[in-house]
């Protein structure tokens, strides 16, 4: 499986920015597919899941609220819309996919894409 991220970019706090990752390969292996996102100095952090058949969701709590995860199965996409960011929302976020049970902590994830930016200015 291959995961290919974009949408990333600068935007001002309060504004908003989608991010999409397409999944190419072998996708009928994906179970769930994740946000997760790393900061300067920081440690990776979950962001977002959602399970690919029944669509549940799941979210960290700091943007709860705030981002929406979505799917495409007919696109085999996953998209992370994200609305009044913050400038702490500022880090390289990663799309993952994998096919266990637990979705919130990096090791559920067999396959990651190569992080695309996202930085919001104050």
């Given at each position: 499986?291959?995961?290919?991220?974009?949408?990333?970019?600068?935007?001002?706090?309060?504004?908003?920015?989608?991010l999409s990752c397409a999944a190419s390969g072998?996708?009928?292996s994906i179970g769930n597919m994740g946000w997760f996102r790393q900061a300067p100095g920081k440690e990776?952090?979950?962001?977002?899941?959602?399970?690919?058949?029944?669509?549940?969701?799941?979210?960290?709590?700091?943007?709860?609220g705030r981002f929406t995860i979505s799917r495409d199965n007919a696109k085999n996409t996953v998209y992370l819309q994200m609305k009044s960011l913050k400038s702490e929302d500022t880090a390289v976020y990663y799309c993952a996919a994998g096919r266990g049970w637990n979705v919130v902590t990096s090791k559920d994830y067999l396959y990651w894409g190569q992080g695309t930016q996202v930085t919001v200015s104050s």
């Open positions: 499986v291959q995961l290919q991220a974009s949408g990333g970019g600068l935007v001002q706090a309060g504004g908003s920015l989608r072998r996708t009928s990776r952090e979950f962001v977002a899941a959602i399970r690919w058949s029944g669509g549940s969701t799941y979210y960290e709590d700091s943007v709860q």
